[in-house]
Each structure stands twice: as structure tokens, then as C-alpha cells.
């Protein structure tokens, strides 16, 4: 029966073209409840999956990694055919200032967003638990720092403002699905056609950015004395 479950859920993420680690599958397989219906558990291992460290949960073909010569800025330009998963450790917003973006974390810290050039302070309501004001969204450019399922490190540029590619929602350790990447210069350079957000995230990884991420900016704007970069 476990065999046939783990059949299973093995062919419903390689239908993702997600490729669990032997290992991974049978640890999340042992820890499952008998009689849990197939469904949710497709739903379960999926969910969970998108939450690990791929170089630890996967174990993937060739052709779903990164090129060895990736890095190789001599290639001016290649079409990278994938499908390759990966997973995102850093983005930035390159499309406004350090400054600029210190200030946005800190109206966001002083319950503030923005709508317009109109400043709306953010109230509870008793009957919804939370105001919600609209928050303005950069719209990059953005660069991604991405890793595939053997560890290999690349960046990344939207050009293009691909809807859930930002600093404000989008989590660190998320999964994408690239397919046909246009490489140049060892920069993966996404395009909205040919990136599916997969979601998930790693929890630890997220925190840790999210808690550093105003202190990194003001460190990287007092180095470069950018006041307006």
C-alpha cells in the first residue's frame, strides 16, 4: 500500500515537474494518516514540498537544473529550455531608490501606506480584525537571485513587472517554473510567458530577510553615499 501511495504522489509532482528525493517522499509518506484520502494528500505533499529547500527535497534530471556553465559570462546569449525549478533567496527592487524603499518599510512600520501622493493611515476595525489600505507597488525592475535543485546559484532581472514579482508580498524561497529563459552574460533575464510562480516559501529563509531588509538597504545606500540611488 505504501508503495502504491508513494507511486502515487510521486507522479502527481513530476506532473509539476517537481522530482522529490526518494527519501523525502518515504519521510512524508510515513507521516501520513491511514485512510487520508488521495486528494489531500496530493494537496498535503505538494504544500509541503514547496516548503522545503529544493537542493535537499529534490532529486532532479539534468534538464530541470541550470546548465554546468551557467555562470559562463562569455555566452553572450542562449535560450535555456528547461523546464528548470528553482528557488528565490533574494530579490530587489533596482527600479527605486535604497532610500526610497527604507522610507516605504518605515510608513509600513508606522501602520502608513500610500495611494498616490495621499499618505492613508492604516486603523483597525473592530468588525474586520484590520483596515485594508491599498498598498502601491514598485513596479521594478526587480533582480532575483534564483537557485536550481543541485544548488547552483544565477541572477535573475524582470523586465517586465510579472504579476507576483515584488518585495513587498512575495516570499523568499519561493518556486518558480522558467521555460525558454533567454540567458545573457550568466543573467537569467524572465519574461511573464515563461515564468510560473509556484509558490511556497522557506520559513526561515523568509524571516531572516524580511527582518535584515531595511538594514541592508541603509548599509548599501550610506557605502555607494546614495542618497538618491
Known amino acids: 500500500m505504501a508503495n502504491n501511495l508513494v507511486a502515487e504522489l510521486?507522479?502527481?509532482?513530476?506532473?509539476?515537474?517537481?522530482?522529490?528525493?526518494?527519501?523525502?517522499?518515504?519521510n512524508f509518506v510515513s507521516g501520513t494518516r491511514p485512510n487520508t484520502p488521495l486528494p489531500a494528500l496530493k494537496q498535503t505533499v505538494l504544500f509541503r514540498l514547496l516548503a522545503t529547500d529544493i537542493t535537499m527535497s529534490l532529486q532532479p534530471p539534468a534538464n530541470t537544473t541550470f546548465p554546468q556553465d551557467i555562470l559562463n559570462p562569455r555566452?553572450?546569449?542562449?535560450?535555456?529550455p528547461g523546464p528548470i525549478i528553482c528557488q528565490v533567496l533574494d530579490i530587489e527592487d533596482i527600479g527605486l531608490s535604497r532610500w526610497a524603499q527604507v522610507e516605504q518599510i518605515?510608513?509600513?512600520?508606522?501602520?502608513?501606506?500610500?495611494?498616490?501622493?495621499?499618505?492613508?493611515r492604516v486603523v483597525e476595525d473592530e468588525n474586520e480584525g484590520g483596515a485594508v489600505a491599498p498598498v502601491v507597488q514598485s513596479k521594478g525592475p526587480f533582480k532575483l537571485l534564483l537557485q536550481d535543485a543541485k544548488g547552483a546559484k544565477v541572477y535573475a532581472i524582470d523586465l517586465r513587472g510579472i504579476e507576483g514579482i515584488n518585495t513587498t508580498s512575495m516570499a523568499v524561497g519561493v518556486k518558480l517554473l522558467l521555460r525558454n529563459t533567454d540567458v545573457r552574460r550568466a543573467v537569467a533575464?524572465?519574461?511573464?510567458a515563461n515564468v510560473q510562480i509556484l509558490g511556497g516559501k522557506i520559513d526561515a529563509l523568509d524571516k531572516t530577510w524580511?527582518?535584515?531588509?531595511?538594514?541592508?538597504?541603509?548599509?548599501?545606500?550610506?557605502?555607494?553615499?546614495d542618497a538618491g540611488a
Open 75 to 80: 555566452l553572450q546569449s542562449r535560450i535555456i
Open 189 to 192: 533575464m524572465l519574461e511573464p
Open 210 to 225: 524580511k527582518d535584515g531588509r531595511k538594514e541592508r538597504l541603509m548599509e548599501a545606500a550610506k557605502n555607494v553615499g
Open 106 to 120: 518605515e510608513a509600513r512600520e508606522r501602520g502608513e501606506t500610500t495611494k498616490g501622493r495621499e499618505i492613508i
Open 10 to 26: 510521486t507522479q502527481h509532482l513530476n506532473s509539476r515537474h517537481l522530482y522529490p528525493a526518494t527519501a523525502w517522499l518515504q
